[in-house]
């Protein structure tokens, strides 16, 4: 087996063991990079002087006896995590002169720990989007089908981790864009309970939404990141002060006695017939080892695409009202004047989904219609939220598809941005609900790309869905196929 095809948990046994060196590791997945990157598109930025000092201070560590699971574990970082000295643009030409003087918390939080960090992944612009394909840096491609798209937003951290060009990722999820992705590029994604990770250093898009969480090749190595990087920061308002406990600890506890929900709204007419093939094989797997399958209702599921694009984009208007060519980005030579210079700058920076989903939300908070959209909306939010912890009181976990289909041909949907956003419907209530969610590789359609199977948990409830994901693992092999790159 070569070495960018281990897992973390894997590699750290090997690093551990002294069978293998950091910079050895590291040099692996940078061969890896210039092996596969050209047809992939995953990174923006690749950081090789940088990852090799890291790599070169993990082996010092490890010679003094300190090592940490993610001491020398080459990573790679969505590009909307500020990182100090290394170029940070969000996937837009409005921030691709951008260097930030800071590490975020979650980087910081890698670093402490002894990762090494590979370089900036590709993503749909400011996070805006469900295919990679509005990013300025060009689209990321999907490993295993490079006419399809990987997902997005976190398009490349996805398709990186199938690429084998990064050993785990970081991503962010604000209506699935962990989720999707991981789905439709055959690995594990996990999205947080809103709170459990903090946002400080993440560029915004949504702030009530965002949340921060790897994409790993398998389950063991989620629990492993998702632990390296939860817990309290006072730096982020949002943050829950609660203890993060040990995800590794509880993985083996199985699923026998486990309560299972089937949300009758998710399982729909429309569904691709692959994904409820390999939806009705995963539920009864589960029903082999001992969980207990139920139906539940989230009877307000059919508003949550709308309520989504309303909160969504309110937050994105006022977020992106930063970016007016002053203090930092892309600044318009040809205007003349203040007014014109603010205005020439965000037109020229700004892609056209971003643009879109600016004058949506500035409609929606706009004078005489901010109470019939962007006040309905979150009090529709609040009904969703009570029909999820409603459902929680009779099951443990949910049970849904990630995605209506497996992974779209590029340009498919271009044309069409509604049909794009419709491919969230079942992904965008757990963020509207702040609660947290995952996908794991539960079988590939016809055509051979992966479809994910997506484990729904109670607020902080992330070991109860880690160790369902756990359990359908060790019974399948979907995560341990490979694309034929």
């Known amino acids: 087996m070569e070495i960018f095809e281990l897992t973390l948990h894997e590699l750290h046994e090997k690093l551990k063991a002294k069978e293998l060196s950091c910079v050895d590791a590291t040099k692996a997945m940078l061969a890896r990079i210039d092996a596969v990157e050209e047809r992939v598109n995953a990174y923006i930025t690749v950081t090789p002087e940088e990852a090799l000092k890291e790599a070169e201070a993990a082996d010092r560590r490890i010679a003094q006896g300190d090592i940490d699971l993610l001491t020398g574990i080459p990573v790679g970082l969505k590009d909307i995590f500020v990182t100090k000295g290394i170029r940070t643009t969000c996937g837009s030409k409005i921030l691709h002169n951008f260097v930030p003087p800071y590490d975020g918390t979650a980087v910081a939080r890698l670093k402490e720990r002894g990762a090494v960090i590979l370089g900036k992944l590709n993503q749909d612009e400011f996070a805006m989007g469900s295919s990679s394909e509005s990013s300025y840096f060009s689209t990321t491609r999907n490993p ?76 063991k190595d989620a629990a492993i990141m998702l632990g390296a990087v939860a817990g309290y920061d006072p730096m982020d308002s949002t943050s829950v002060n609660t203890p993060v406990p040990d995800y590794l600890a509880g993985l083996e506890s199985g699923v026998k006695g486990l309560k299972i929900g089937l949300p009758k709204e998710y399982f729909i007419q429309g569904l691709d017939p692959d994904v409820k093939k390999a939806m009705d094989s995963a539920i009864e797997l589960y029903r082999s080892l001992g969980a207990e399958i139920r139906e539940v209702s989230l009877p307000h599921t059919e508003y949550a695409v709308a309520t989504y694009y309303l909160i969504a984009t309110a937050e994105a208007s006022s977020n992106l009202a930063r970016y007016e060519g002053v203090r930092f980005g892309h600044r318009s030579e040809a205007a003349r004047g203040l007014t014109e210079m603010f205005a020439k700058s965000r037109a020229e920076g700004f892609g056209s989904e971003v643009k879109r989903r600016i004058m949506l939300g500035t409609y929606a908070l706009s004078s005489g219609y901010y109470d019939a959209y962007y006040l309905k909306a979150q009090k529709v939010r609040t009904l969703i939220m009570q029909d999820f912890l409603k459902a929680f009181e009779d099951v443990d976990v949910l049970l849904t598809p990630v995605a209506p289909t497996p992974a779209f041909k590029i340009g498919e949907k271009l044309a069409d941005p509604l049909q794009m956003y419709l491919s969230d419907i079942f992904t965008i209530p757990v963020n509207l609900a702040g609660t947290c969610g995952m996908s794991i590789p539960a079988g590939l359609s016809a055509a051979g790309l992966p479809i994910g199977l997506q484990l729904i948990g109670r607020p902080f409830g992330e070991q109860s869905i880690l160790n369902a994901a756990y359990a359908f693992e060790r019974e399948t092999d979907w995560h341990k196929k490979k694309p034929a790159l």
């Open 144 to 219: 295993w089908n490079l006419e399809h798209i990987p997902g997005g937003s976190s398009g490349g951290s996805s398709a990186a981790i199938a690429a084998q060009e990064a050993v785990a990722t970081l991503g962010t999820d604000t209506g699935g864009s962990i989720r999707q992705p991981a789905s439709h590029c055959g690995c594990v994604g996990l999205k947080p309970t809103y709170g459990r990770v903090s946002r400080y250093g993440v560029i915004a898009y949504a702030s009530s939404l965002d949340q921060v969480g790897p994409l790993t090749r398998d389950v």
